[in-house]
Structure formats: structure tokens, C-alpha cells
């Protein structure tokens, strides 16, 4: 008996993924798939209006923290900072990329984790270093003005 018309399940992967996210599998056809994390996700214009989270002394460079800060919504919600230098500051939404829990600083190494299933997401950019999450977190754009670090909170989740 033949199966002609059975579809090699590799095929069904990579017609999926075409249909889905192509940039998430790599090289279907050509005898590899591995998994390519996708890159950064773009950080956005400031505008709005900032909102001063923190005082730039309290967070060392190298260091991270979350923060309340107000969502476009009017509720509260946490934000996520990385400083990599001197004169930079970086924020995220801390709605984790794979089911929606809440990203924290709490990690037994220097990122940013979700206690749910345990994704990581590098504080450099926020990509994803573990899984099962696959996209990157949301990024707000920044400033350092007055020695206080100014985060615009957008509707990115
Ligand atoms: S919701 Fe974060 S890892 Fe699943």
C-alpha cells in the first residue's frame, strides 16, 4: 500500500510555518530546520509622555529592576529595566511572550525570567535565551533627563 497522499510531516512543518511565522524555522527543504530566534523587537520613538520610574543612581550599570509604571489604560503595570552603560537605560513590558505571565528580575542568573514555564529573554535586547517562549519582549522607549530615568509606556503588551 502507498502513501501518496500523505504528506511528509516534515512538509507539513514547513508549509506551517510559512503560514505562521517564516521567520521561526530556517532552511525547510534543504535538509535542516533548526530554530532561529527571532531578533529584537524594535524599541519605539519616544512620545507620549514620559513618565520618571526611578532615580538613575538606584540602578547600577549592569544592573535591573522592575518598576510601576502607568499603562496608556490608566492601570499599573510592572516595567522591566536593564542600564548596559553609563548613559543608557532599556525598558520592557513584562508581559512574557509565551502565555502572558508576568516577566521578572527574580532569576537565578542575570536576565529577565517567567516563572510560569521558565522563558528567558536576554536584558541587552530581550530576546529569547530558553524557551517555550519564542518572540521577544516588547520594548518602550527611554530617556535620562534630570538624573531620573524616563520610560514611555506604550499599548505594546
Ligand atoms: S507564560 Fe512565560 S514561559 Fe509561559
Not at 530566534?37 to 544592573?63: F, T, Y
Not at 536593564?82 to 542575570?110: I, M, W
Not at 530558553?130 to 527611554?142: K, N, Q, S, V, W
Amino acid at each position: 500500500m502507498t502513501d501518496f497522499a500523505q504528506p511528509a510531516r516534515r512538509t507539513v512543518m514547513c508549509a506551517s510555518a510559512a503560514l505562521g511565522s517564516a521567520a521561526l524555522l530556517t532552511a525547510c527543504g534543504d535538509g535542516h530546520s533548526e530554530a532561529q530566534v527571532p531578533e529584537a523587537s524594535p524599541v519605539p520613538s519616544a512620545s507620549g509622555n514620559g513618565q520618571a520610574v526611578m532615580d538613575l543612581a538606584e540602578l547600577e550599570v549592569g544592573a535591573r529592576a522592575t518598576v510601576q509604571a502607568k499603562h496608556p489604560t490608566g492601570a499599573e503595570i510592572p516595567v522591566l529595566l536593564f542600564r548596559p552603560d553609563e548613559k543608557n537605560v532599556l525598558a520592557y513590558s513584562s508581559v512574557c511572550t509565551h502565555q502572558g505571565c508576568v516577566v521578572t528580575t527574580k532569576s537565578t542568573q542575570e536576565d529577565f525570567f517567567c516563572a510560569c514555564h521558565g522563558s528567558r529573554f536576554k536584558p541587552a535586547d530581550g530576546t529569547v535565551t530558553d524557551g517555550p517562549a519564542i518572540a521577544p519582549l516588547a520594548r518602550y522607549a527611554t530617556e535620562i533627563k534630570n538624573d531620573k530615568v524616563i520610560v514611555f509606556v506604550t499599548d505594546s503588551k
